[in-house]
């Protein structure tokens, strides 16, 4: 049986409101963790390598690299069941798997180490709450989305979202 690297785990547990305030204290949450990891060397490092492949100063191509690393080299895991959890980027790294918003962190903290601007997008599919979010970074002047959980290219997002909200930045 092949197992993930062992990583040291640790955290806390909070507790967050429900609805939108509990929405916003996630989003607000995942936003700190990318400011953080942002300069974290480690992150950096695994950006440039991948970034360092395309022409230069094509910005484009640096950022569609970096998100299919993520989309392809991050397994999809579903959450702790009840508990909405968010890793670090980089125990999302070092695990290689996270779900939707571990992702997001993970690619917005590689994204914004290189110097791509990005906001998280959450949705909801099933009625008036939100149970998904990916990330759009700011590429050619306009917001590009980059749903690292679905097998589809950059520019990609998922169709027909009940509900909608862009984090402000």
């Known amino acids: ?50 970034a360092f492949l395309q022409p230069e ?10 998100f299919n690393e993520v ?19 980089h125990i999302t790294m070092g695990l290689k798997l996270g779900d939707c918003d571990d992702q997001a962190v993970l690619l917005a903290s590689m994204l914004e180490s290189i110097g791509v601007p990005t906001r998280f997008v959450v949705a909801g599919y099933s009625g008036p709450y939100y149970e998904h979010v990916y990330l759009q970074a700011w590429l050619d002047d306009r917001w590009v989305d980059m749903d690292a959980t679905e097998p589809h290219p950059m520019g990609w997002a998922p169709p027909d979202p009940t509900v909608m909200a862009f984090e402000e930045i």
């Not at 100063?57 to 690299?65: H, I, R, T």
């Not at 392809?72 to 959890?85: A, C, K, N, W």
Request: glycine letters at 6%; zero cysteines.
């Open 1 to 50: 049986m092949m197992l993930a690297p062992y990583l040291s785990l640790n955290g806390q547990v909070v507790t967050i409101p429900d609805g939108l305030a509990g929405t916003e204290t996630t989003i607000a949450t995942m936003r700190q963790m990318v400011n953080r990891s942002k300069t974290d060397p480690q992150i950096r490092q695994a950006a440039t390598t991948v």
């Open 57 to 66: 100063k094509d910005y484009q191509a640096e950022a569609e690299a970096v």
């Open 71 to 89: 989309r392809d080299g991050i397994r999809y895991m579903r959450d702790v069941h009840g508990v909405e959890t968010l890793q670090e980027p």
